[in-house]
C-alpha cells in the first residue's frame, strides 16, 4: 500500500499541471471513513472524517473456518516420532500444512465493530471513564482497495510476526451494511471539545499508564527522562 499511496501521490502532482480541470486519478479510490465516538458516561458523541486510499483490514484468527481441521493437523505433527520429523523437508511442510481460512466478511466485521477503550478520559470535563468506537463508510469509493494486515505485533512478547493465514475473498462484496447514517443522528448530543483549560493541557508523566510504558521499554523505546 505505501507505493501505492506514493504512486498517486506523484501521479496527482503531474495531473495538476496537466489536467487541471479533470478529476485526478485518486479520486477513484479515495474513500471517506467516519469514526464515531460515545463517551460511555454521559453518552455524548463526536464524528469524525478521514479520507483513504486504501482500507486497512485486521485479520480475527479466531473466526477461522477450518478450526477442526486446524487442530486434528496439529495433534499428527505432535504424535510424529522426533526423527521422522526431523527428516520432513521444509518444502513438504509447506505442502502438507493446514492454515487458517477466515472469511473476507469476518475481517469487515472485526473493522466495523464496536470497540471499547477503557481509562478514556473525556475532553469535555476531563474526569475518566471509558469510551466506544465504531467506523463506517461515509463515502465508499468507486475502486476499493484493500489491504490485509497479515504482519502484526502481538502480547505476551511483542514481536512482529507474519501471520500464515488465508483470507477467502467472495466474488461480490456489497459495502451497504457499513455505510454510516451520516454523521450526528436525532437525539445524539454533540460532545464538546477541551472545555477546560486543565483539560486541554498535556497529559504528565504522573498519568501514564505503568503498564503501556512497560510494554514500551520491552519493545526497545527508552522511558521518558
Known amino acids: 500500500s505505501e507505493f501505492l499511496h506514493f504512486l498517486l501521490d506523484q501521479l496527482e502532482r503531474r495531473e495538476r499541471v496537466l489536467f487541471a480541470d479533470q478529476p485526478s486519478t485518486r479520486t477513484a479510490f479515495r474513500m471517506v471513513q467516519e469514526s464515531r465516538l460515545e463517551s460511555g458516561a454521559t453518552g455524548h458523541v463526536r464524528y469524525k472524517d478521514k479520507n483513504e486510499d486504501t482500507l486497512t483490514l485486521n485479520i480475527p484468527m479466531d473466526r477461522a473456518t477450518n478450526a477442526a481441521e486446524i487442530a486434528a493437523a496439529l495433534a499428527a505433527s505432535i504424535s510424529l516420532p522426533g526423527a521422522a520429523a526431523a527428516q520432513t523437508t521444509k518444502k513438504e511442510d509447506e505442502k502438507d500444512a493446514v492454515l487458517p481460512r477466515v472469511p473476507f466478511a469476518a475481517c469487515m466485521d472485526a473493522w466495523a465493530a464496536e470497540e471499547r477503550i477503557d481509562d478514556w478520559r473525556s475532553p469535555e470535563d476531563g474526569t475518566r471513564s471509558f469510551a466506544k468506537t465504531t467506523q463506517r463508510f461515509r463515502v465508499p469509493p468507486p475502486v476499493l482497495v484493500v489491504e490485509v494486515q497479515r504482519n502484526v505485533v502481538q502480547p505476551p512478547d511483542w514481536v512482529p510476526k507474519k501471520l500464515d493465514v488465508c483470507v477467502d475473498m467472495p466474488d461480490v462484496i456489497d459495502l451497504t451494511p457499513f455505510i454510516s447514517r451520516g454523521g450526528l443522528q436525532p437525539g445524539e ?37
Open 189 to 225: 448530543v454533540a460532545m464538546t471539545e477541551d472545555v477546560s483549560p486543565s483539560v486541554s493541557g498535556s497529559k504528565g508523566a504522573e498519568d501514564a499508564d505503568p503498564v503501556l510504558l512497560e510494554q514500551l521499554v520491552s519493545m526497545g523505546f527508552a522511558p521518558g527522562k
